[in-house]
């Protein structure tokens, strides 16, 4: 362990899980699964899921890297040795190895899409395009494997290299650019957003809930939501955490990731509303909202190119830095496990990622009637990663943390008092419960 790479401060690991955090879940997906949903009643069932449920699992996640200063396969298998529990737990070390496959095989299509976009901004492509021709665009985009192929393949192409050259100057760097230059773009969107005279219609549709739209599906993809989006679950923040030092505090940063990433998508949602009210479409109108109703909305307004690119640019930055985050675990734990060359293993994984890319992006078009359990290929990924498999991932590491690791006094988290209680209630009961729970209601 002694020549494990660290972060080079405390901010840097916030940045990098701050970046791992905000993605496509908080400005694709958040915003459709809300116009999805109802709105205001939604926000508040995943504000409940994220405080609940997503905060304490995601401090217990930091904490089993932290501790263990190992990936999340050896995590458990060290850590479950030193404190002679079952060898059972490595399950959910292989098990977020394998969702890692999973998720950025589709996490790749869809940032693929923020590329064609971005192209199309800059390019004004679309410029004196009616309503429906721009479906039409984004519908032809999809009916196009060729072109899926190029952005997929450009997508996982920068993700490789950037995991290629290591936690420091790989992620570290860009993150260090990017985060800052996100945020920076977010408010100004959000500014742009608040000229608008739907400005208050937006604040109506987050403030004024219909609890109407609300069942127990909804509630499930608030709860599966909330791991999606603060990257929990599968080893993302356990291998951010193992590159902490082993005495760094981790409640107050996992606070702060945790916020920043709800704020992100609080934001996203008032910049994108706005736009789509303002030309009376609809905000139900699913994942293409964002290629569809957006792109729609924006060719409309004035600086609707420069807006556009921004938006489209902005959505970039959000996937890269996730999707090496997706990645990271798996390739640390093959490089350790085989002692091949880290290069050589980015190489071998993203391979394998794109090749299951290619059947995502088939999905749209040439095998859209391939079906499982009723939906394509790309659908079923999405709801057996952020529904099933996160959720159950971040069981396994709710209870590990905190029926294994913190009941032993050498490894326990280190909180005192009620901050502690609170933890360990909210992690060791409430989160297992919710889960499960809704976990049973929402796949009955
Ligand atoms: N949190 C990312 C998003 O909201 O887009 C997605 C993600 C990243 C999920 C890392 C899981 C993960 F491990």
Not at 243 to 254: A, D, G
């Amino acid at each position: 362990m002694k020549n494990r790479q660290h972060w080079s401060s405390r901010y840097v690991f916030l940045l990098a899980a701050i970046g791992s955090a905000v993605g496509l879940g908080n400005i694709w997906k958040f915003p459709y699964i809300v116009g999805e949903h109802g709105g205001g009643a939604f926000i508040l069932v995943y504000l409940l899921c994220i405080t609940l449920v997503g905060i304490p699992v995601l401090i217990a996640e930091v904490f089993i890297g932290k501790t263990a200063q190992a990936n999340p396969v050896a995590a458990f298998t060290n850590l479950a040795i030193q404190v002679k529990a079952s060898r059972f737990w490595v399950i959910f070390g292989y098990l977020g190895v394998l969702t890692g496959f999973l998720i950025l095989s589709f996490y790749s299509v869809v940032a693929g899409w923020s590329l064609e976009y971005l192209s199309v901004f800059l390019q004004n492509s679309l410029l004196g395009f009616d309503a429906k021709a721009i479906e039409d665009h984004f519908l032809s985009v999809l009916a196009s494997a060729p072109t899926l192929l190029l952005w997929h393949s450009i997508f996982m192409v920068l993700t490789v290299i950037i995991v290629g050259r290591g936690i420091k100057s790989g992620i570290e760097k860009m993150v260090g650019i990017a985060m800052p230059l996100l945020f920076i773009i977010l408010i100004i969107l959000v500014i742009y957003a608040t000229q608008l005279d739907s400005f208050a219609q937006t604040l109506h549709y987050f403030l004024d809930p219909d609890f109407s739209k609300l069942n127990t599906q909804a509630v499930l993809i608030a709860l599966g939501h909330a791991f999606f989006t603060l990257s929990l679950g599968m080893g993302a923040m356990m291998i951010y955490g193992s590159y902490l030092q082993k005495n760094t505090p981790i409640v107050r940063l996992s606070f702060g990731i945790a916020i920043m990433d709800t704020l992100v998508a609080l934001l996203s949602g008032l910049a994108i509303f706005p736009l789509i009210f303002a030309h009376h479409l609809e905000p139900s109108s699913g994942p293409s909202l964002l290629f569809i109703s957006l792109p729609n909305a924006l060719l409309a307004l004035p600086f609707g190119q420069f807006f556009g690119i921004a938006f489209f640019f902005l959505l970039l930055i959000a996937a890269i830095s996730s999707a090496v985050s997706i990645l990271e675990p798996v390739v640390a734990y093959l490089v350790q496990k085989t002692q091949y060359s880290r290069g050589k293993i980015v190489s071998m994984v993203g391979a394998i990622i794109w090749l299951i890319g290619i059947g995502v992006l088939l999905s749209f078009n040439h095998w859209s009637e391939v079906k499982i359990l009723g939906n394509n290929i790309f659908d079923s990924l999405d709801y057996l990663t952020a529904n099933i498999l996160l959720p159950l991932g971040g069981l396994g590491i709710a209870l590990f943390a905190t029926w294994i690791l913190d009941k032993n006094p050498k490894t326990s988290i280190g909180m005192v008092g009620i901050p502690h209680k609170i933890w360990w209630l909210a992690t060791a009961f409430l989160a297992p419960v919710a889960i499960i729970t809704i976990a049973y209601n929402g796949l009955i």
